[in-house]
């Protein structure tokens, strides 16, 4: 059993940054890739990004691809987004999700997600 809690959303200037947090409780955290998703106003829930459970594999999202960097930290049992040069486009509530084989990252099947972190971007 694996419990998320994002934190670190916020309203941000275009051009701005922000970190996103991504506190995971139980023992399955270090094994399980990880990964983030968004979900804007009537849109479907996007992939943003994801990370294998050692950190050796990464991948993006094109939208975000140069402007988005996701970490872990095993150790502390958190993974991070850091997000730069933010459009307004980035606005949306962001997730963090747990469990899915590395081969399906990008789809939204995961086993666990957190309640989620409002994202706004003002122009």
């Known amino acids: 059993q694996v419990q998320l809690v994002e934190s670190g959303g916020g309203l941000v200037q275009a051009g701005g940054s922000l970190r996103l947090s991504c506190a995971a409780s139980?023992?399955?955290?270090?094994?399980?890739?990880m990964a983030w998703f968004r979900q804007a106003p009537g849109k479907e829930r996007m992939f943003v990004a994801a990370?294998?459970?050692?950190?050796?594999?990464?991948e993006y999202a094109d939208s975000v691809k140069g402007r988005f960097t996701v970490s872990r930290d095993n150790a502390k049992n958190t993974m991070y987004l850091q997000m730069n040069s933010l459009k307004p486009e980035d606005t949306a509530v962001y997730y963090c999700?747990?469990?899915?084989?590395?081969?399906?990252?990008?789809?939204?099947?995961?086993?666990?997600w957190g309640q989620g972190t409002q994202v706004t971007v003002s122009s």
């Open positions: 999700a747990a469990g899915r084989p590395w081969t399906l990252v990008r789809t939204p099947g995961y086993d666990y």
């Open positions: 139980g023992r399955a955290f270090s094994s399980a890739n």
């Open positions: 990370i294998n459970w050692s950190s050796d594999y990464t």
